[in-house]
């Protein structure tokens, strides 16, 4: 719109006669609210960019430099730059630098004419003003002098003056003259004192003895702004930004605040340039242009601006504007750390967190970043989180213990809800006192104020049905539980028949569901998901991608997805996919996936030509991290008698510091009676709340014989069931093998409840009880009745099962069911469906009964098929009966073989016919 000549010394108000003739015309007023503001464009002016300005060095630098000075003579540099230094380190913590700023005015003084007297006077007043020092400012008279040599001022010193006249800094106030000296200031030009007469005009509290008009007063400020080609017009220009900016004095225009700033980007400046970068971000009444947005955060970040930095490190790691480049990001992380600011440190944290894999032996300097943020005045609580779990990570759950507790009680105490969370955990799993408890109980409940999420519901619900010293507080627990349930965030369990059955019309609510948890993180939910959208028609490539790269941040998502390859997998060549998850899974993240690794190799050795050795190698790495699973499948895999007490000997020590639930209870039979009740506290302080744990909690105490906390846990695993048949027959057979026959009652419930649930072991459960005549339970009627319905349909398995129980039944049982059936026509019905046992027991009746030689031929032809089915004692009778011709042809040699073979089974009348034999060949 305007030229600007090339001068070092151009003269300010030359420029300003062009300006006024180039804006004035077009200035108008604006009513924005209630205040007045002029509608001015003042443009930047149109040159060739040249780096003018000298970019401020960071601030680590200038610190560096300050606290080193030895007070003597002053850096060889211009003074205009120890002027801005001693801008900034007021800015940094003026109160701190006090005596080194007036120290360097103090030299600036002794070696330019030009800023001693009052320059000087006016730069220790800003330096007591900024380091709060007021009553050392009135004392000293400052002030008071400066005001003295009024006549002599500069308009910016007038207009300093003017202000402090106004709020009675280091005198007493004085409007009058406050009001005198910004007038004089704005008449001679002064930008400051310009604007805030403007202000004061627009607002209707103009001065009197003003006259300028506003639209002229502004253009004139503005020139004066713009002054002479110098290297301090990048802070004058980016005044002129950042009134178009807020809009107080001239309408606020965006566009024109991007350009102000790019003009003093252009000139060199740092600062500006990242307020260009700022308007492409937010795009705000403002068209981005990423271009643009990438040229000057470059510029930004090359000046070495922490916040410029950072953001394009995270361009760089997301890949977001410009190909992904970690390297790069990293190394612009660094170099924003260098300087110790939270910002900086921050983002190296979580980057190194992030992508540690790709970078090892980084983790040191990811926790030195850590460290150096919790040492910050405004640390947040999440560093105090990391901190913890680095402590857990390097010295074991219960090795760490101690120093981990503090770091969260300081990330409680800063707002942390994973520190709040964890630290509640951990007072929990002390279980010292009810205070703790209490304690615990009070942040999980704020916890899911706060969340809204199931998981603190769920450990309230672990904390008083397992946890609590006295627990199961049922009601409390129960409560929880309905709270978790009432969220909706509980995973939803789905086999993966049934997730590559789900579709967008009939499941719509379910699929939403499992996208919700896999968005927080979840990676089981994460692997349905995925699952689900291989399936899915309408899936695109863009999709499938997103979610892959999405799940890729996450821990143990190809474990689950690897779960449901094997579930769908039908033949080895199948299975090699999951294969190949698990073992990815266990290159990224080590231990957790090893086992699972581990148990797959087990499962389906068949597959492949998996080694003990190799099978071994991998469960020794979560073992030594402390998981007891691991441990418990190489004590399996050990052939010595003692194989459980030597995997134990190995481990102690880890168990000690770091064990988890299944360790602590894999330790405990072997530890001595006076260590077992520290391990018996730890278990109960961080079981996982579910059938299986609490009845593992049963089933040690056993092991060592104390039936009292036996039948605690297992009174607990009542609450437990949740519906599931398995559950159910499991707990009421444990039932009757702790208390017999006094369980009979609540065990009776449990196989009913499971066989109405179409559990295919539960009816067996109730046959058994009803032929218990120890119990209250026992009704043989009922039991006959049992078997006469299930040979209704002899080719179930249910009529086997029953006479299976039937035979070890006491006599009376036996009597009074014979009495009620025709036992030979329930035999020949269980024998035709494939029962040995009963086609021995035909055999046999048909032997006793015979009435003639058919009958004792269809007696032995049962026997040979009941004998070929596995069943010792038809063997022998079939023996005895090859031997004497009983119902076929006389036979020695296979009679011998049978006979050999059930004697080898144990069979003693095998063993004493076979002798009989033996003696009668040889006499």
Same mark, same amino acid.
């Given at each position: 719109m305007f030229g600007f000549v090339h001068s070092p010394k151009q003269h300010w108000s030359a420029i300003l006669s062009v300006l006024a003739l180039s804006v004035a015309p077009i200035a108008t007023y604006a009513q924005e609210a209630s205040t007045a503001v002029l509608d001015l464009e003042f443009l930047p002016p149109d040159i060739k960019p040249s780096r003018i300005c000298v970019p401020r060095a960071p601030d680590a630098d200038t610190i560096a430099a300050w606290e080193n000075w030895d007070g003597q003579a002053l850096p060889n540099i211009d003074p205009t730059l120890i002027k801005r230094d001693i801008n900034r380190l007021q800015q940094i913590n003026a109160p701190y630098w006090l005596d080194t700023i007036e120290l360097m005015i103090t030299r600036l003084a002794e070696s330019n004419d030009g800023y001693a007297g009052n320059n000087t006077l006016m730069a220790r007043i800003s330096a007591m003003i900024a380091a709060g020092a007021f009553e050392e400012l009135r004392s000293q008279q400052l002030v008071a002098q400066l005001a003295a040599n009024e006549e002599l001022l500069s308009p910016r010193l007038k207009n300093a003056l003017s202000g402090y006249y106004r709020d009675g800094i280091g005198v007493d106030r004085d409007i009058d003259r406050a009001n005198a000296l910004l007038v004089d200031a704005g008449y001679s030009g002064n930008a400051d004192a310009l604007l805030a007469l403007t202000r004061l005009e627009l607002s209707g509290n103009g001065i009197e003895g003003w006259d300028v008009a506003p639209e002229l007063a502004v253009t004139m400020a503005f020139g004066s702004l713009v002054g002479e080609l110098d290297t301090s017009i990048c802070d004058r220009v980016a005044r002129i930004a950042r009134e178009y900016n807020s809009g107080e004095i001239v309408k606020q225009s965006p566009q024109?605040?991007?350009?102000?700033?790019?003009?003093?980007?252009?000139?060199?400046?740092?600062?500006?340039?990242?307020?260009?970068?700022?308007?492409?971000?937010?795009?705000?009444?403002?068209?981005?242009?990423?271009?643009?947005?990438?040229?000057?955060?470059?510029?930004?970040?090359?000046?070495?601006?922490?916040?410029?930095?950072?953001?394009?490190?995270?361009?760089?790691?997301?890949?977001?504007?410009?190909?992904?480049?970690?390297?790069?990001?990293?190394?612009?992380?660094?170099?924003?750390?260098?300087?110790?600011?939270?910002?900086?440190?921050?983002?190296?944290?979580?980057?190194?967190?992030?992508?540690?894999?790709?970078?090892?032996?980084?983790?040191?300097?990811?926790?030195?970043?850590?460290?150096?943020l919790s040492e910050l005045p405004d640390a947040a609580g999440w560093v105090f989180s990391r901190l913890a779990d680095d402590t857990y990570e390097r010295l074991g759950r219960w090795g760490g213990d101690a120093q981990a507790l503090e770091y969260l009680e300081r990330a409680a105490e800063l707002g942390d809800m994973d520190g709040s969370i964890e630290l509640a955990q951990a007072l929990i799993a002390q279980r010292d006192n009810e205070q703790d408890f209490e304690r615990a109980v009070d942040l999980l409940s704020y916890s899911v104020t706060a969340l809204g999420g199931g998981t603190p519901a769920k450990l309230l619900h672990g904390a008083f049905m397992c946890q609590a010293t006295d627990s199961p507080r049922v009601e409390e627990a129960l409560y929880w539980k309905e709270v978790e349930l009432a969220t909706g965030t509980a995973n939803l369990e789905l086999s993966a028949h049934e997730l590559i059955a789900l579709t967008?019309?009939?499941?719509?609510?379910?699929?939403?569901?499992?996208?919700?948890?896999?968005?927080?993180?979840?990676?089981? *939910?994460?692997?349905?998901?995925?699952?689900?959208?291989?399936?899915?028609?309408?899936?695109?490539?863009?999709?499938?991608?997103?979610?892959?790269?999405?799940?890729?941040?996450?821990?143990?998502?190809?474990?689950?997805?690897?779960?449901?390859?094997?579930?769908?997998?039908?033949?080895?060549?199948?299975?090699?996919?999951?294969?190949?998850?698990?073992?990815?899974?266990?290159?990224?993240?080590?231990?957790?996936?090893?086992?699972?690794?581990?148990?797959?190799?087990?499962?389906?050795? =068949?597959?492949?030509?998996?080694?003990?050795?190799?099978?071994?190698?991998?469960?020794?790495?979560?073992?030594?991290?402390?998981?007891?699973?691991?441990?418990?499948? +190489?004590?399996?895999?050990?052939?010595?008698?003692?194989?459980?007490?030597?995997i134990y000997e190995q481990f102690a020590p880890v168990i000690d510091t770091n064990g988890d639930f299944n360790a602590l209870v894999f330790a405990i039979p072997h530890l001595d009676?006076?260590?077992?009740?520290?391990?018996?506290?730890?278990?109960?302080?961080?079981?996982?709340?579910?059938?299986?744990?609490?009845?593992?909690?049963?089933?040690?105490?056993?092991?060592?014989?104390?039936?009292?906390?036996? +039948?605690?846990?297992?009174?607990?695993?009542?609450?437990?069931?949740?519906?599931?048949?398995?559950?159910?027959?499991?707990?009421?057979?444990?039932?009757?093998?702790?208390?017999?026959?006094?369980?009979?009652?609540? *065990?009776?419930?449990?196989?009913?409840?499971?066989?109405?649930?179409?559990?295919? =072991?539960?009816?067996?459960?109730?046959?058994?009880?009803?032929?218990?005549?120890? *119990?209250?339970?026992?009704?043989?009627?009922?039991?006959?009745?049992?078997?006469?319905?299930?040979?209704?349909?002899?080719?179930?398995? #249910?009529?086997?099962?029953?006479?299976?129980? #039937?035979?070890?039944?006491?006599?009376?049982?036996?009597?009074?069911?014979?009495?009620?059936?025709?036992?030979?026509?329930?035999?020949?019905?269980?024998? =035709?469906?494939?029962?040995?046992?009963s086609m021995r027991a035909y055999a046999m009746f048909l032997r006793e009964t015979a009435a003639n030689n058919q009958e004792l031929a269809t007696s032995t032809e049962w026997l040979l098929r009941a004998a070929e089915g596995g069943d010792t004692a038809a063997m022998a009778e079939l023996g005895y009966a090859l031997a004497f011709g009983i119902g076929t042809e006389a036979d020695l040699d296979s009679a011998v073989s049978w006979l050999k073979r059930a004697a080898a089974n144990g069979s003693e009348k095998a063993a004493t016919i076979t002798a009989l034999l033996n003696l009668s060949e040889d006499t």
């Open positions: 024109l605040a991007h350009d102000w700033f790019r003009f003093a980007a252009d000139l060199g400046d740092s600062n500006s340039a990242w307020k260009v970068v700022e308007y492409h971000m937010l795009a705000e009444n403002f068209e981005k242009d990423n271009d643009v947005l990438l040229q000057y955060l470059q510029q930004a970040a090359n000046a070495q601006l922490p916040y410029a930095q950072i953001a394009l490190g995270r361009v760089y790691e997301t890949g977001a504007l410009v190909e992904q480049d970690l390297d790069r990001a990293l190394q612009l992380f660094r170099a924003a750390a260098k300087e110790g600011g939270r910002p900086g440190l921050t983002r190296l944290a979580l980057f190194l967190e992030a992508h540690g894999d790709r970078y090892p032996g980084t983790y040191a300097e990811g926790m030195d970043a850590l460290h150096k967008p019309q009939n499941d719509p609510l379910t699929i939403a569901s499992i996208q919700s948890q896999a968005l927080y993180g979840r990676p089981q *939910a994460l692997a349905s998901y995925r699952k689900f959208l291989e399936s899915a028609p309408s899936t695109t490539p863009e999709l499938v991608d997103f979610w892959r790269d999405y799940s890729n941040q996450y821990t143990s998502v190809l474990e689950a997805l690897a779960e449901l390859e094997f579930e769908l997998a039908q033949s080895p060549s199948e299975r090699i996919v999951a294969f190949n998850l698990l073992r990815q899974e266990y290159k990224n993240s080590g231990a957790p996936a090893a086992l699972s690794l581990a148990e797959a190799m087990i499962s389906y050795q =068949n597959d492949a030509s998996f080694s003990i050795g190799e099978i071994r190698a991998l469960l020794e790495v979560p073992a030594y991290a402390g998981q007891g699973a691991a441990m418990e499948l +190489l004590a399996a895999l050990g052939t010595e008698p003692n194989a459980a007490r030597l009676v006076d260590d077992r009740a520290a391990y018996l506290s730890r278990a109960a302080g961080i079981i996982p709340c579910d059938y299986k744990n609490v009845m593992a909690m049963a089933n040690v105490n056993l092991e060592i014989g104390d039936i009292d906390q036996a +039948l605690h846990w297992m009174g607990i695993a009542e609450y437990l069931l949740d519906d599931n048949p398995w559950t159910m027959v499991d707990l009421a057979r444990a039932e009757l093998d702790v208390r017999g026959a006094e369980a009979a009652p609540k *065990a009776m419930d449990l196989f009913e409840r499971a066989a109405q649930m179409g559990d295919e =072991n539960a009816p067996r459960g109730v046959f058994g009880l009803l032929v218990n005549a120890d *119990a209250e339970t026992y009704d043989p009627d009922r039991a006959a009745g049992m078997i006469t319905e299930a040979m209704s349909d002899p080719s179930h398995a #249910y009529l086997n099962r029953f006479l299976g129980v #039937y035979r070890g039944a006491p006599d009376q049982a036996k009597a009074e069911i014979e009495a009620r059936l025709d036992m030979p026509e329930v035999y020949l019905t269980a024998a =035709n469906a494939g029962d040995v046992f």
